[in-house]
């Protein structure tokens, strides 16, 4: 059973930066794209970032390019985002997401995505 746990939320001030972790276990680390999403107050989930399987591939939303990377480290089973220059508009929970299969492409879609994390509250305060 794949499990994602995400650590590293929290309160910031707008311009402030925050490093989000998640922990995978279960299966393979190595093999599989992950991703990252957010759900804002009244809003629905959204697309942040992803990163190939082997993290030569990255993708964002357009909204965080210049500001947040996406990276994994393979060895550790973890995938990273971090977040620089943070604005009040990023304020949401953050998820992290792994696609069932083995892919040669960087899923960015939330069909695409079976295992998902509890979430980490990220506050930007203006």
């Known amino acids: 059973q794949v499990q994602l746990v995400e650590s590293g939320g929290g309160l910031v001030q707008a311009g402030g930066s925050l490093r989000l972790s998640c922990a995978a276990s279960?299966?393979?680390?190595?093999?599989?794209?992950m991703g990252w999403f957010r759900q804002a107050p009244g809003k629905e989930r959204e697309f942040v970032a992803a990163i190939s399987w082997s993290g030569d591939s990255t993708y964002y939303l357009d909204s965080v390019k210049g500001r947040f990377t996406i990276s994994r480290d393979n060895h550790k089973n973890t995938v990273y985002l971090q977040m620089n220059s943070l604005e009040p508009e990023d304020t949401a929970v953050y998820y992290c997401?792994?696609?069932?299969?083995?892919?040669?492409?960087?899923?960015?879609?939330?069909?695409?995505?079976?295992?998902w994390g509890q979430g980490t509250q990220v506050t930007v305060s203006s």
């Open positions: 279960g299966r393979t680390f190595s093999s599989y794209a």
């Open positions: 997401a792994a696609p069932p299969d083995y892919t040669d492409y960087v899923p960015v879609l939330q069909l695409q995505y079976d295992y």
